[in-house]
């Protein structure tokens, strides 16, 4: 894209590094810990109707206590799908149907398991930094040419480059305070 002036570029850069976030925070919040949310369900896919269908599409989710999410399908026809879904999804949960409600207790994290989902929240917390990084270069990038086109001076092109590291310090500053915050949350007993 070519840009005419620096605001455009930094525009661009800080709402791709808040949606860099946004995503880090959809992912975090998608790991187990030792409280039931319904995000960790999110995302799940169920074979009904002949076709894999969102799983907030086929039924109501919902967290009557702390340690239990609970799935209330809409169509019973459906009720064998969304059992065989949550258990095919990998995530350590088992759930139990009365014919109306699934219910899906969640099992206490041993320590293994609570130090296997830290380093998968810090691969998270990578891959988001690594977009950071790769927008921040991009943004770079169009410094470079608004100085190439002759828009910008070599002195605005370093403060321009500099106010850009700011920027992306900021963002991955806050990467860093939600990983710790998850790690928190997933150590804690």
Known sequence: MAYTNYNEIRAEADAKMAKAIDSLKHNLSGLR???ASTALLDGLMVMAYGAPTPINQVA???TPDARTISVSVWDRGNIAAVEKAIRDA???LNPASDGTLIRCPLPV???ERRKELTKIASGYCEDAK????HIRQAA???????????????DDERSHKEDIQK???????LADENLKSKQADIMSI
């Open 60 to 62: 109501s989710l919902s």
């Open 130 to 133: 690594q977009a950071i990084r």
């Open 90 to 92: 990998n995530l350590g």
């Open 33 to 35: 810990t030792g409280r």
């Open 109 to 111: 994290l041993t320590e």
């Open 167 to 173: 920027l992306t310090d900021k963002y991955t500053g």
């Open 140 to 154: 770079n990038d169009g410094v470079a040419q608004l100085k190439k086109d002759k828009l910008a001076t070599e």
